[in-house]
Protein backbone atom coordinates (compact mmCIF):
# COMPACT_ATOMS: atom_id res chain seq x y z
CA UNK A 1 0.00 0.00 0.00
CA UNK A 2 2.80 2.36 0.89
CA UNK A 3 4.36 1.46 -2.39
CA UNK A 4 1.71 2.37 -4.66
CA UNK A 5 0.82 5.85 -2.65
CA UNK A 6 4.36 6.56 -2.96
CA UNK A 7 3.87 5.83 -6.65
CA UNK A 8 0.50 8.31 -6.79
CA UNK A 9 2.49 10.71 -4.56
CA UNK A 10 5.14 10.81 -7.26
CA UNK A 11 2.87 10.58 -10.40
CA UNK A 12 1.18 13.93 -8.56
CA UNK A 13 4.28 15.45 -8.16
CA UNK A 14 5.24 14.87 -11.44
CA UNK A 15 4.80 17.97 -13.37
CA UNK A 16 6.47 20.23 -10.23
CA UNK A 17 9.36 18.05 -10.34
CA UNK A 18 10.12 17.80 -13.72
CA UNK A 19 9.75 21.39 -13.93
CA UNK A 20 12.55 21.84 -10.82
CA UNK A 21 14.52 19.38 -12.67
CA UNK A 22 14.42 21.63 -15.87
CA UNK A 23 14.93 24.57 -13.32
CA UNK A 24 18.11 23.28 -11.61
CA UNK A 25 19.51 22.34 -15.27
CA UNK A 26 18.87 25.39 -16.42
CA UNK A 27 20.79 26.69 -13.82
CA UNK A 28 23.38 24.44 -13.26
CA UNK A 29 24.31 25.64 -17.14
CA UNK A 30 24.09 29.25 -16.35
CA UNK A 31 26.27 28.65 -13.21
CA UNK A 32 29.00 27.15 -16.16
CA UNK A 33 28.52 30.15 -18.40
CA UNK A 34 29.38 32.16 -15.49
CA UNK A 35 31.89 30.67 -14.72
CA UNK A 36 33.13 30.98 -18.30
CA UNK A 37 31.79 34.63 -18.85
CA UNK A 38 32.94 35.96 -15.74
CA UNK A 39 30.09 37.04 -14.48
CA UNK A 40 31.15 36.81 -10.77
CA UNK A 41 33.06 39.33 -8.65
CA UNK A 42 34.17 40.13 -5.40
CA UNK A 43 33.09 42.52 -2.97
CA UNK A 44 34.89 42.98 0.11
CA UNK A 45 33.47 43.56 3.77
CA UNK A 46 35.87 45.34 5.81
CA UNK A 47 37.16 43.76 9.44
CA UNK A 48 38.05 46.80 12.11
CA UNK A 49 40.13 45.98 14.99
CA UNK A 50 37.59 47.25 17.53
CA UNK A 51 40.32 48.81 19.67
CA UNK A 52 41.94 50.62 16.89
CA UNK A 53 39.05 50.98 14.79
CA UNK A 54 41.39 50.27 12.19
CA UNK A 55 40.63 47.96 8.68
CA UNK A 56 42.63 44.87 9.39
CA UNK A 57 41.06 42.35 6.91
CA UNK A 58 38.30 41.97 4.79
CA UNK A 59 36.07 39.10 3.65
CA UNK A 60 36.00 38.48 -0.02
CA UNK A 61 31.98 37.80 -0.63
CA UNK A 62 31.12 36.56 -4.02
CA UNK A 63 28.61 38.53 -6.34
CA UNK A 64 26.82 37.03 -9.74
CA UNK A 65 25.90 39.94 -12.15
CA UNK A 66 23.44 37.68 -14.36
CA UNK A 67 22.70 38.49 -18.03
CA UNK A 68 18.95 38.67 -17.20
CA UNK A 69 17.94 38.36 -13.96
CA UNK A 70 20.63 41.20 -12.91
CA UNK A 71 23.09 40.91 -9.68
CA UNK A 72 22.41 37.49 -7.85
CA UNK A 73 23.20 37.01 -4.00
CA UNK A 74 25.20 33.97 -2.92
CA UNK A 75 22.60 32.51 -0.96
CA UNK A 76 20.64 32.33 -3.61
CA UNK A 77 22.43 30.29 -5.96
CA UNK A 78 25.38 28.66 -3.12
CA UNK A 79 23.50 25.69 -1.67
CA UNK A 80 22.40 24.79 -5.74
CA UNK A 81 26.03 25.11 -6.96
CA UNK A 82 26.50 22.72 -3.69
CA UNK A 83 23.69 20.18 -4.88
CA UNK A 84 24.94 20.46 -8.46
CA UNK A 85 28.09 19.64 -7.65
CA UNK A 86 29.65 23.14 -9.38
CA UNK A 87 30.66 24.57 -5.66
CA UNK A 88 34.31 23.70 -5.92
CA UNK A 89 35.00 24.89 -9.22
CA UNK A 90 33.06 28.21 -7.46
CA UNK A 91 35.15 28.33 -4.88
CA UNK A 92 38.45 28.02 -6.88
CA UNK A 93 37.60 30.86 -8.55
CA UNK A 94 36.68 32.57 -5.76
CA UNK A 95 40.22 31.68 -3.86
CA UNK A 96 42.01 32.95 -7.14
CA UNK A 97 40.38 36.00 -7.89
CA UNK A 98 40.95 36.86 -4.35
CA UNK A 99 44.77 36.05 -4.41
CA UNK A 100 44.93 38.28 -7.31
CA UNK A 101 43.98 40.99 -6.10
CA UNK A 102 46.30 40.47 -3.35
CA UNK A 103 48.92 40.26 -5.30
CA UNK A 104 47.66 43.61 -6.99
CA UNK A 105 47.03 45.15 -3.65
CA UNK A 106 50.69 44.52 -2.97
CA UNK A 107 51.58 46.32 -6.48
CA UNK A 108 49.93 48.90 -5.69
CA UNK A 109 51.31 49.15 -2.01
CA UNK A 110 47.94 49.11 -0.55
CA UNK A 111 48.04 48.74 3.26
CA UNK A 112 48.77 45.11 3.64
CA UNK A 113 45.50 43.31 5.29
CA UNK A 114 44.34 39.68 5.99
CA UNK A 115 41.72 38.59 3.10
CA UNK A 116 39.09 36.10 4.60
CA UNK A 117 37.58 33.49 1.70
CA UNK A 118 34.83 31.26 2.29
CA UNK A 119 35.52 27.64 1.39
CA UNK A 120 32.72 24.84 0.99
CA UNK A 121 32.87 21.47 2.52
CA UNK A 122 32.76 20.30 -0.83
CA UNK A 123 36.00 21.89 -1.86
CA UNK A 124 37.90 22.09 1.55
CA UNK A 125 37.31 18.14 2.55
CA UNK A 126 38.57 17.31 -1.38
CA UNK A 127 41.63 15.24 -1.75
CA UNK A 128 42.90 17.74 -4.60
CA UNK A 129 42.13 20.78 -2.22
CA UNK A 130 45.30 21.34 -0.68
CA UNK A 131 46.78 21.29 -4.32
CA UNK A 132 45.08 23.61 -5.49
CA UNK A 133 45.32 26.00 -2.80
CA UNK A 134 49.30 25.61 -3.45
CA UNK A 135 48.90 26.49 -6.85
CA UNK A 136 46.72 29.66 -6.42
CA UNK A 137 49.26 30.74 -4.00
CA UNK A 138 52.15 30.08 -5.95
CA UNK A 139 50.65 31.55 -9.33
CA UNK A 140 50.14 34.69 -7.46
CA UNK A 141 53.09 34.67 -5.02
CA UNK A 142 50.89 35.66 -2.05
CA UNK A 143 52.34 35.51 1.40
CA UNK A 144 50.36 32.54 3.41
CA UNK A 145 49.91 34.44 6.16
CA UNK A 146 47.63 37.24 4.43
CA UNK A 147 44.81 34.50 3.82
CA UNK A 148 42.33 33.53 5.93
CA UNK A 149 40.29 30.61 5.05
CA UNK A 150 36.61 30.46 6.73
CA UNK A 151 34.83 27.40 6.80
CA UNK A 152 31.24 27.13 8.59
CA UNK A 153 30.68 25.16 12.02
CA UNK A 154 27.98 23.00 10.32
CA UNK A 155 30.76 22.56 7.17
CA UNK A 156 33.33 20.88 9.50
CA UNK A 157 31.28 18.63 10.71
CA UNK A 158 30.07 16.95 7.36
CA UNK A 159 33.84 16.44 6.72
CA UNK A 160 35.25 12.97 7.22
CA UNK A 161 38.74 11.79 7.10
CA UNK A 162 40.88 13.71 5.86
CA UNK A 163 40.05 16.91 7.98
CA UNK A 164 43.25 16.03 10.12
CA UNK A 165 45.52 16.47 7.11
CA UNK A 166 44.34 19.08 5.44
CA UNK A 167 44.23 21.08 8.27
CA UNK A 168 47.60 19.58 9.36
CA UNK A 169 48.85 20.92 5.94
CA UNK A 170 47.80 24.14 6.09
CA UNK A 171 48.73 24.83 9.37
CA UNK A 172 52.34 23.92 8.13
CA UNK A 173 51.80 26.00 5.04
CA UNK A 174 50.67 29.07 7.38
CA UNK A 175 47.61 29.47 5.96
CA UNK A 176 45.07 30.12 9.22
CA UNK A 177 41.21 28.60 9.10
CA UNK A 178 38.45 30.63 10.72
CA UNK A 179 35.20 28.56 12.09
CA UNK A 180 32.04 30.63 10.40
CA UNK A 181 28.84 31.32 11.98
CA UNK A 182 30.08 30.15 14.89
CA UNK A 183 27.49 28.72 17.48
CA UNK A 184 25.29 27.35 15.04
CA UNK A 185 26.43 24.33 14.40
CA UNK A 186 25.21 21.84 17.39
CA UNK A 187 29.01 20.56 17.36
CA UNK A 188 31.30 18.51 19.71
CA UNK A 189 33.68 21.07 20.63
CA UNK A 190 37.37 19.05 19.49
CA UNK A 191 37.92 20.37 16.47
CA UNK A 192 38.44 23.47 17.74
CA UNK A 193 42.14 21.79 18.73
CA UNK A 194 42.60 20.86 15.21
CA UNK A 195 45.58 22.52 13.76
CA UNK A 196 45.38 25.84 11.91
CA UNK A 197 42.37 26.93 13.49
CA UNK A 198 43.32 29.97 14.63
CA UNK A 199 39.83 31.97 14.93
CA UNK A 200 36.20 32.03 15.84
CA UNK A 201 33.71 34.13 13.78
CA UNK A 202 30.46 34.50 16.21
CA UNK A 203 27.34 34.47 14.24
CA UNK A 204 25.11 37.54 13.26
CA UNK A 205 22.48 35.44 15.47
CA UNK A 206 23.90 35.88 18.34
CA UNK A 207 24.99 39.80 17.94
CA UNK A 208 21.86 40.54 17.19
CA UNK A 209 20.73 40.22 20.64
CA UNK A 210 23.47 41.63 22.79
CA UNK A 211 23.71 43.48 25.08
CA UNK A 212 19.65 43.37 25.70
CA UNK A 213 19.04 39.95 25.71
CA UNK A 214 20.87 38.23 28.69
CA UNK A 215 21.05 34.55 26.67
CA UNK A 216 22.77 35.94 23.77
CA UNK A 217 25.07 38.04 26.53
CA UNK A 218 26.30 34.88 27.94
CA UNK A 219 26.59 33.12 24.97
CA UNK A 220 28.78 35.48 23.18
CA UNK A 221 30.84 35.81 26.46
CA UNK A 222 31.05 32.60 27.15
CA UNK A 223 32.43 32.10 23.60
CA UNK A 224 34.80 34.96 24.03
CA UNK A 225 36.40 33.00 27.23
CA UNK A 226 36.53 29.91 25.48
CA UNK A 227 38.42 31.69 22.38
CA UNK A 228 41.16 33.41 25.01
CA UNK A 229 41.73 30.12 26.64
CA UNK A 230 42.38 27.88 23.30
CA UNK A 231 44.14 31.18 22.02
CA UNK A 232 41.82 31.65 19.01
CA UNK A 233 41.45 35.39 18.32
CA UNK A 234 36.91 36.23 17.67
CA UNK A 235 35.40 38.34 14.96
CA UNK A 236 31.85 39.52 15.63
CA UNK A 237 29.95 39.30 12.82
CA UNK A 238 26.93 41.32 11.66
CA UNK A 239 27.64 44.28 14.10
CA UNK A 240 25.05 46.81 13.30
CA UNK A 241 24.73 49.40 15.78
CA UNK A 242 26.61 51.25 18.53
CA UNK A 243 25.36 49.67 21.54
CA UNK A 244 27.09 46.26 20.00
CA UNK A 245 30.25 47.55 19.34
CA UNK A 246 30.57 49.24 23.33
CA UNK A 247 29.34 45.52 24.30
CA UNK A 248 32.00 43.74 22.57
CA UNK A 249 34.36 46.32 22.82
CA UNK A 250 34.41 45.94 26.75
CA UNK A 251 34.03 42.02 26.44
CA UNK A 252 37.17 41.63 24.68
CA UNK A 253 36.51 40.55 21.13
CA UNK A 254 39.51 41.42 18.61
CA UNK A 255 37.91 41.90 15.31
CA UNK A 256 34.08 42.87 14.25
CA UNK A 257 32.47 43.41 10.94
CA UNK A 258 29.12 44.55 10.23
CA UNK A 259 27.09 47.51 8.57
CA UNK A 260 28.25 49.77 11.46
CA UNK A 261 31.88 50.01 9.95
CA UNK A 262 30.76 48.98 6.38
CA UNK A 263 28.47 46.92 4.05
CA UNK A 264 30.38 44.76 1.48
CA UNK A 265 32.11 46.84 -0.83
CA UNK A 266 33.03 47.13 -4.40
CA UNK A 267 37.03 47.65 -5.01
CA UNK A 268 37.50 50.93 -5.50
CA UNK A 269 35.51 51.80 -2.19
CA UNK A 270 37.67 49.47 -0.51
CA UNK A 271 40.71 51.50 -1.68
CA UNK A 272 38.81 54.82 -0.29
CA UNK A 273 38.36 53.53 3.32
CA UNK A 274 41.50 51.45 3.50
CA UNK A 275 43.26 55.04 2.63
CA UNK A 276 41.17 57.30 4.84
CA UNK A 277 41.38 55.01 7.74
CA UNK A 278 44.76 54.15 8.24
CA UNK A 279 45.29 56.00 11.48
CA UNK A 280 42.48 56.15 13.28
CA UNK A 281 42.49 57.00 17.57
CA UNK A 282 41.21 54.11 19.56
CA UNK A 283 37.84 53.60 19.98
CA UNK A 284 36.88 56.47 17.49
CA UNK A 285 34.99 54.76 14.62
CA UNK A 286 35.08 54.99 11.05
CA UNK A 287 30.99 55.15 9.60
CA UNK A 288 31.00 54.56 5.83
CA UNK A 289 27.60 55.39 3.93
P1 LIG B 1 29.00 34.57 5.72
O1 LIG B 1 30.32 34.02 5.30
O2 LIG B 1 28.61 34.39 7.15
O3 LIG B 1 29.07 36.11 5.32
C1 LIG B 1 28.44 37.13 6.01
C2 LIG B 1 27.15 37.55 5.36
O4 LIG B 1 26.49 38.44 6.26
C3 LIG B 1 27.33 38.32 4.06
O5 LIG B 1 26.20 38.08 3.23
C4 LIG B 1 27.32 39.76 4.54
O6 LIG B 1 26.94 40.69 3.55
C5 LIG B 1 26.27 39.69 5.63
N1 LIG B 1 26.48 40.75 6.63
C6 LIG B 1 27.62 41.34 6.99
N2 LIG B 1 27.44 42.27 7.94
C7 LIG B 1 26.11 42.27 8.18
C8 LIG B 1 25.28 43.05 9.08
O7 LIG B 1 25.73 43.91 9.84
N3 LIG B 1 23.95 42.77 9.08
C9 LIG B 1 23.41 41.83 8.25
N4 LIG B 1 22.08 41.65 8.30
N5 LIG B 1 24.15 41.09 7.40
C10 LIG B 1 25.49 41.31 7.36
P2 LIG B 1 26.36 37.57 1.75
O8 LIG B 1 27.45 38.31 1.05
O9 LIG B 1 24.99 37.60 1.16
O10 LIG B 1 26.83 36.07 1.92
C11 LIG B 1 25.99 35.11 2.48
C12 LIG B 1 26.69 33.80 2.68
O11 LIG B 1 27.03 33.21 1.41
C13 LIG B 1 28.03 33.91 3.41
O12 LIG B 1 27.83 34.00 4.77
C14 LIG B 1 28.72 32.64 2.97
O13 LIG B 1 28.30 31.54 3.76
C15 LIG B 1 28.21 32.44 1.56
N6 LIG B 1 29.24 32.91 0.60
C16 LIG B 1 29.49 34.17 0.20
N7 LIG B 1 30.54 34.20 -0.67
C17 LIG B 1 30.96 32.90 -0.79
C18 LIG B 1 32.01 32.26 -1.55
O14 LIG B 1 32.81 32.90 -2.23
N8 LIG B 1 32.12 30.89 -1.42
C19 LIG B 1 31.28 30.17 -0.62
N9 LIG B 1 31.45 28.85 -0.55
N10 LIG B 1 30.30 30.74 0.10
C20 LIG B 1 30.14 32.09 0.01
MG1 LIG C 1 32.16 33.98 5.94
MG1 LIG D 1 29.87 34.28 8.77
MG1 LIG E 1 26.88 34.08 8.77
Known sequence: AAKSEERNAFRFY????QADA????QLASELRQALANDEFRL?????LDLRTGRVVAAEALLRWQHPK??????????????????????D???????CAWIKQWEHERVAPIRIAVNVS?????????????????RDYQVDPKRLLLEITESAILRLGEGTHRTMYALHTMGVGVAIDDFGTGYSSLAYLKLPAVVCLKIDRTFITGIPRNADDVAIVEAILAMARSLRLYAIAEG????????????????????YLYARPL????????????????????RLVP
Do not use: Y
Open 69 to 90: RGLVMPDNFIPMAESLGLIRRI
Open 43 to 47: VFQPS
Open 92 to 98: EWVLRAA
Open 14 to 17: SPIM
Open 266 to 285: EVPDLMRMLKSGGNQPPTRL
Open 239 to 258: IEDEEQHEFLLRAGCEEGQG
Open 121 to 137: ASWFGHPAFIEGLQRAL
Open 22 to 25: RKRL
